[in-house]
């Protein structure tokens, strides 16, 4: 059983901050790739920011020099946060963690993961 858990979501004003976190747990071997999509109302899901399976980061051209992802590889659990910066109204979405990773051992299944959502709401 793999879990993703977000927080950190909520309401702000443009231009405010918030840091969205993803705590990683359960049988999992290795984490080949983790970070962020969103979903607004209407549109279809998109890349926000993402650690790839080479260790560098990948950030839509969108959220590039506003949005840092970051992470904590803790015993037991790795964590993504992002930290978002001048936001805008149009960073109004659902906030989903994603995590390609191999399952129990190293011959384990792939498996792609993805967290229940947290909303931000940027209003101008």
């Known amino acids: 059983q793999v879990q993703l858990v977000e927080s950190g979501g909520g309401l702000v004003q443009a231009g405010g901050s918030l840091r969205l976190s993803c705590a990683a747990s359960?049988?999992?071997?290795?984490?080949?790739?983790m970070g962020w999509y969103r979903q607004a109302p209407g549109r279809q899901r998109e890349l926000v920011a993402t650690?790839?399976?080479?260790?560098?980061?990948?950030?839509a051209d969108s959220v590039k020099g506003r949005f840092t992802i970051s992470k904590d590889n803790a015993k037991n659990t790795v964590t993504v946060y992002l930290q978002m910066n001048s936001l805008k109204p149009e960073d109004t979405a659902v906030y989903l963690c994603?995590?390609?990773?191999?399952?129990?051992?190293?011959?384990?299944?792939?498996?792609?993961?993805w967290g229940q959502g947290t909303e931000v709401t940027v209003y101008s």
């Open positions: 359960g049988s999992i071997f290795s984490i080949n790739a």
């Open positions: 994603n995590a390609n990773l191999r399952v129990s051992t190293s011959f384990g299944p792939l498996k792609v993961a």
């Open positions: 650690f790839t399976s080479g260790g560098s980061t990948n950030y």
